[in-house]
């Protein structure tokens, strides 16, 4: 049921645009003209109290008097407005909601007001509602922009959600520039319903999307979000970006020690459990995104650096190190190959610089060797301008060889640096799935990336299954325990008790008997068999090795 | 003398091209061509023997058959025959030049018999040589290209050296795509003679240069470097990029453990000492280098940000805070007034949100208040696209307000984001100086970077000057205590020898004296007068109090 309402909303039929306009610079007017200009097949009705004709599409006065179904409302009236044109949809059977309009909780009680009415009115018909406070959806592939952004970047297969419309509206500015595609985009606003965990639900299966990018601030059902990241993390990398590493609520002291606040800790301990990469800036999202949905995860740190030249091999390897990867220890046979075909004054190791007479078959050549060399995890291939210039061609060779030798399990990664120098080399290798960075440090920083989501991978794959309802442990004794601690107004179980519990859950413990008196603590030694510990049993005393309420090794009743 | 013949290298009236060809693809043709085609003013000689005219120019077949006097040769012909090319120039008296050969001690013993026979005869004559290895020099300002790149930058402020050629033609060929204007550009290559101490001296005199850039693996003269970087840090800006942070010699061990080798750290000290700025990347040296340009130095860390969305400020925040610098505690006034004038939920602290629909009035009116409060050190102005969109507006109404009011001694930094929504915005604080950045994380970096280089710089002022001639410790004791060490094998002084020691440099200390028996240390406490503190005095004991070899607060005799 909730896939078949986002359905509605991201693949709409038919689609009611409230609050459309003819009247250009309005919100209104952008959205309607996204719908007419960008050739959505859907049906598109606009709804103007006083107009009959919006944009050459006959107008409504009011979504019931739409004579047809419809799939999808984007609302963009008044916020005050808002609710009872909600309460119409609902009436009328529409079950997915854009609200783009501004004005509630972020602006005050009234305002809470207005949206703690629309939750009822959602509640009570079931609906699904994006938003309010957001930009609205965009889906390429669909022709649909239900948005007021007057630009619709091209169709791909990175589903971005953001939680800020303003930094999301120029991000796309910025990937429409970059001719990055998209398979989705949303702005999911306030998420008064919608929210990451839906989402993710939604793209992991939408066939059309190989990643998933986010901005978050944070996170409203922290349940969901994780349940349905770990699901779908293994088979289409999630990529975050989270605002806020130092909290509002501990600003003031991190601004003076410039310490993590503890929220953050657990944001990144549960990306991380969850499979999520997370990145620190916008940028690393984007080159992540597109490197994952082109090249063999990383098996493992171990790069090899091929180069042109001695300086940019040298500025990769400190970023290398800087961040946790390792240089490639070439084999003894890569090594007397590359001895044996290299200019005797080649570098003789990792980064392997093969100088700047290099031409597109010393490339090649070098390259295959890399690929041949258990050793390696990873090729960086970097190409700086030189006298004796060939990028193109060394672009080609390297494609080729890669298409006939296939990527034997590795990951290529590629900076061919300078701009008029590489463009058409950059381009070529793009076309081919080839990742390239203007910079050698933007490859490394990608690669570890990339090795951090496969080690995610395999936390995830290490992570026992739940156990079998048949297997689960007791309820009711377990609750018991519970009861008996929090009665006595106690936050921490005694040694028994969380023995006790531990049992319950089939953990091996020692045994442990609570004698009241010195004659039951000699039965129960006898019942158990010496040698055995004598403790101190008191909750009050909850360090008792300190306390001398601990005698080790005893053998015998005395 | 010395910048005498630096200045016949940069700013030569007459040139040698020796092995100038018009065979289109070599070195000497694309060497040639720049003289001809840039508009270079002073009288170009091509050399070749084989040649009576080259590209439209008279060509002689040795330099020694130029009938005028020559400032600058620059070198293309192969490693073997630069040797006796070299002697050529200095027997006729050119005094400047510039080796673009290679083939010299990077391929092995015999390379390495050349070049020393180069410095030979550089003594013989007294030359300045740049090079060899190198891609030669480029001056935008005397259209002065003595380099076989086909790429000229514009005329501009920065001085950029570079240690690796094709890092150094990487960059060019980006700078040039950027609009990045150079006073001067050198790759310095193997630097037999001129290196970077050399080039800091000559460029910090040089009026067109306001910043000098540098990309450095290694340093050959560390003296003169310091010497020089001090003496003109305090007036140009000096970054640098510092390849190698982890040795070669390190190298394995670096790269299992990530540690720093201390080689890297005593650079990173030494760059501090002499006020130098050293950044991670390429590209935060050109960010760094722009803004020095341009803004006031930062006077704190304490930094207003200004954003039309709070998610860019949020990024902007967490940036701030983990490099290390802090967010500016709006004064009270600052505050009331904000409030005064601001949308009620406006973010009431800072970062301050201005809200979605903020135009140019509001934007202006903020950073004015920003400007008059006395907590804020600088302002960074956040832009991203809105519903009401009026970048343009905003940006022209924040360069009024800083012709206006002035700058305050407040650092401005801006990222409008977005692509083209933000493109004619960026090109108006470009042309007013004003440094515009992608993403707010640049900005923040960038203005770290500013803060460092003025802390750097009060370090260099608090350095008390060298003692003068006449107040120098005596030689001839000190020698004497060192000689005495040495002799007897030890790597430390004894207390009374370090005491000793210092006293000659008069630093104050406590009156030890040296006891060889127990009544000759009662005379001596005597002599001191009472309390007097009992040490051992053995080089073997190096922890006295841990060996009981102290006895404090001694009062009598006994």
Redesign the interface.
Known sequence: MVTLHLAKIFNPKSVAIIGASDEEGT?GY?LTKNFTELGFEGKVYPVNIRKTEILGLKAYQTVEQIPEPIDLAVIATPAKTVPDVVEQCGKIGIKGIIIIS?GFK???PEGKALEEKITEIKKQYGLRIIGPNCLGIIRPSLRLNAT??N?TPKSGNIAFI??????G??I???A??ENIGFSNFVSVGSMIDVDFGDLIDYFGTDPKTRSILM?I?GITDARKFMSAARHFARTKPIIV?K????SESA?AA???T?SLTGEDMIYDAAFKRAGIVRVD???DLFNSAEVLGMQPLPRGPNLAIIT?????G??A??AL??K?G??AKLSQKTMQYLNSILP??WSR?NPIDIL?DAKADRFKTVVEACLNDENVDGVLIIY????VAEPVEIAKSIVDLLKTRGYQNKTILTSF??????EEANRIFSQNSIPTY??P?QAIKTYLYMYQYKRNLELIYETPEELPVDAAPPKHPIMAIMRNTTAKNRELLTEAEAKNLLEYYNFPVTKTLVAQTAEEAVAYASQIGYPVVLKILSPQIIHKTDAGGVILDLNSEA
Chains 1, 2 share one sequence.
Do not use: C, R
């Not at 953001?162 to 930094?167: N, T």
């Not at 605002?243 to 130092?246: D, N, S, W, Y």
């Not at 042109?308 to 940019?312: D, E, I, L």
């Open positions: 919100v952008a501004a972020e602006t005050g007021f952004m630009k953001s939680q800020s419309g303003a930094l509206s120029a796309l500015d910025w429409v520039h901005y601030e970006v605002a806020g590493k130092f600003k991190a601004s003076h410039g800036e916008i940028a042109n030249a001695g300086g940019p040298v500025m390897t400190d190190i800087a946790g390792k240089l005797h004054y190791d700047g700086t301008p030189q006298a640096m300078g701009h008029e120098a590489a203007q910079a440090e």
